[in-house]
């Protein structure tokens, strides 16, 4: 038997039951659909993840921290991951500091981490927000999305970066009308002279308290967008973003946690981390291993990064697995259909072997009709798995939207995957077709031709 | 056949036992038949006296218990499952009483089928199948499915599909049981008319004792399993 023989055999006999045919592979394409969906989601987030961390530069850029007790948590259990130990725990990680990491070769700049507690308002709503300082090299670079306004062009320029969302929760829902306006930012500090002639009796027989308020108000600069993917991981994606040089003109907390306090040495106070920009990644083991000589401890997601794509190894199996539920259901179904098959041409096989059909013949029949199953099923499944995607996509984009974020694509078809699935779906039915077709060919002709 | 023909099926002491259970049933039992090439036998017997039996085995559809059967110098009694099929497909063709027509094919597929299993390309087994269906005096319901054919037809239809891959011998197992006496004849007179003009061998299972004597030129009575009387027409 010729094989274009053998295949216009089986799709007769599948036209001939066409709602089963019909059923059967609307199972497949379920399946195939559901894994289709599930995987180009895991690839969609991981593309996304991997495209924000190259895009905001967080590979290249060090964590320097003072070493020695780590700072509690919000959650105990929650550490700060992956720290690198330094060898001493004495040093502090003051401006001197600052000074001598820019100062190694490799390290493009090494700017403090400053942040405080401030108030924020506009017009006629506030909010609590931690106010970052940055550096006007780094508000401008291309890792800060400013899509109103501008960045600052100077550490002394008059003026705050503000985030969407903040701009959003203090009610402005078109960013580009908010820039130019003024933003007020109260901050808080101590009177130190008032705190030398202070008890805490006096505190709360009510007078007043050696703790100060003051407001500025700063030019909105620009409007940034913070991306879907990455967040807040990403110190340049702040809420309210200043350039040191107003930022020394504010009357703060001179330290950014308390927790500062017990790292004093010599009555100096660091900062809680130093910002170090790094030209390439590279430089990164060499220029690590001279800050741990300075005695401060590193934190790089260069270092995360192995682990980030481990876990998403892990989701596409997790994901696949769910959507394998389907794929066994849908392989049950071509089994069950090609029993029923056989049974209703139990006397057509004895025919057909009475003939001259050898088992190879019959069998060969029956894989191509579950082989066509699938082939069909998985082609349709990867039509259903990508319509749907997209319309998920569309509509958590339409809901997010409302909220600010920009428009992101969760899902990813490279061309593998459906190669891949149609692929797989042939495969799982060529698999389900084994037992009905050796069962076909197994068939005893002199029963069958006496049969009804 | 002239009287000196050579043998074309031999069979020695051919037995067939079927399980039935634990309990074992003898359906044929030393059958030992020599059939020269080009001759109408005829096989009668009550019902139940082996025939089909017979016939199955002798048509490669089942295979003995013991004893052999030689078809043109072949054993067929030890081919293996695949060979007993290329022995259908080309050694012998078979007919039946309820015709074993494929009901979602036209007659001329019908006739395609074993050509379509002997690796035959389409536009040369659409020429073979109308040729054969034409021979039979069907090439006007070529595209009619069997449900649309008398019965009269339905086994030329099977007849013509019988002789698609050229066979030397054509088993016939009482292919007149569901037809009318006219049509029985015609039916008959045709096998006896291929048998003359191509030198085909027939082996035909029959109850109709008129029909065997006018056209068999020899008779094997079997009952209960055993050959019990052999001869020419009576």
Same mark, same amino acid.
């Given at each position: ?156 320029? =008059? @003026?705050? $970066? ?7 929760? %203090? !009610? ?5 009308? &908010? /820039? ?85 040495? =010599? @009555?100096? $106070? ?7 920009? %790094? !030209? ?5 083991? &060499? /220029? ?165 | ?234």
């Amino acid at each position: 038997m010729r094989f274009a023989d053998a295949v216009e055999f089986a799709l007769a006999s599948l036209r001939k039951r066409r709602l089963r045919t019909f059923l059967t592979a609307s199972g497949v394409m379920i399946g195939i659909g559901a894994l289709v969906s599930m995987i180009s989601f895991g690839k969609g987030m991981q593309k996304n993840v991997t495209q924000a961390f190259k895009a905001s530069d967080l590979f290249t850029t060090v964590m320097v921290m003072p070493g020695g007790a780590e700072p509690p948590s919000a959650d105990p259990d929650r550490q700060r991951p992956r720290v690198m130990a330094p060898a001493r725990t004495d040093a502090v990680l003051d401006d001197q500091a600052v000074a001598a990491i820019s100062r190694i070769p490799g390290v493009l700049s090494a700017y403090p981490d400053i942040g405080f507690p401030a108030m924020v308002g506009f017009e006629g709503t506030e909010e609590f927000r931690l106010v970052q300082v940055v550096p006007a090299a780094v508000a401008a670079s291309r890792s800060l999305k400013i899509r109103w306004g501008r960045a600052y062009d100077s550490d002394a320029e =008059d @003026g705050v $970066v503000v985030s969407r969302s903040l701009l959003r929760r %203090l !009610g402005v829902a078109d960013p580009a009308s &908010a /820039v130019g306006k003024r933003i007020r930012i109260t901050s808080v500090s101590i009177d130190l002279g008032r705190l030398a002639t202070l008890n805490l009796g006096s505190l709360l027989s009510g007078e007043t308290s050696p703790v100060a308020q003051e407001t500025y108000e700063f030019p909105i600069l620009g409007v940034n967008e913070v991306s879907a993917f990455g967040g807040e991981v990403n110190m340049t994606e702040s809420a309210v973003m200043i350039p040191p040089g107003p930022a020394r003109r504010i009357k703060r907390l001179p330290f950014s946690s308390v927790w500062d306090l017990f790292r004093m040495r =010599d @009555g100096r $106070v660091g900062y809680s981390a130093v910002n170090v920009k %790094l !030209g390439s990644l590279r430089d990164l083991g &060499a /220029v690590r291993s001279r800050v741990h000589d300075m005695g401060y401890a590193t934190f790089a997601l260069a270092d995360q990064f192995d682990e980030i794509t481990r876990a998403f190894y892990f989701m596409d199996m997790i994901l696949a697995a769910v959507g394998m539920i389907a794929i066994i259901v849908a392989a049950l179904g071509i089994v069950n259909t090609m029993v029923m098959s056989i049974l209703e041409r139990f006397r057509e096989i004895g025919i057909m072997k009475a003939v001259g059909a050898g088992d190879r013949d019959i069998r060969r029949i029956f894989f191509f009709e579950s082989g066509a199953i699938g082939l069909v099923g998985g082609t349709a499944g990867c039509a259903l798995g990508w319509a749907a995607s997209l319309l998920v996509n569309r509509i958590v984009n339409f809901y997010l939207a409302r909220q600010g974020m920009p428009f992101v694509d969760y899902f990813a078809f490279p061309v593998g995957l459906f190669l891949g699935a149609i692929g797989f779906s042939l495969l799982v039915s060529l698999i389900s077709g084994i037992y009905p077709a050796r069962r076909a060919a197994r068939v005893d002709p002199v029963v069958a031709l006496r049969h009804d | 056949m002239s009287p000196t023909a050579p043998l074309l099926v031999e069979t020695r002491s051919l037995s067939k036992t079927y399980l039935v259970g634990d309990v074992r049933v003898p359906a044929l039992a030393d059958i030992s038949l020599a059939v020269p090439e080009g001759s109408f036998l005829a096989v009668t017997g009550a019902s139940g006296s082996g025939k089909s039996t017979l016939l199955n085995l002798l048509g490669g559809l089942d295979t003995p218990s013991s004893g052999t059967i030689e078809v043109g110098g072949t054993i067929v009694s030890a081919m293996d499952r695949e060979a007993l099929a290329r022995y259908r497909r080309f050694g012998a063709g078979m007919i039946f009483q309820s015709f074993n027509l494929v009901a979602a094919r036209t007659a001329l597929e019908n006739v395609e089928l074993p050509l379509i299993f002997a690796g035959v390309d389409k536009t040369e087994r659409k020429r073979r199948a109308a040729e054969l269906l034409d021979k039979v005096g069907l090439a006007h319901r070529a595209a009619h499915r069997p449900a649309e054919l008398s019965g009269g037809e339905q086994q030329r239809v099977a007849v013509a599909r019988a002789l698609a891959n050229g066979p030397r011998l054509l088993l016939a197992d009482e292919p007149t049981g569901n037809l009318d006496s006219r049509t029985s004849r015609e039916i008959v007179g045709l096998l006896a008319g291929l048998n003359r003009e191509r030198n085909l061998t027939v082996i035909m299972v029959s109850h109709e004792e008129g029909l065997v004597r006018e056209f068999a030129q020899a008779i094997v009575r079997l009952a209960d399993g055993r050959v019990a009387a052999a001869g020419g027409p009576a």
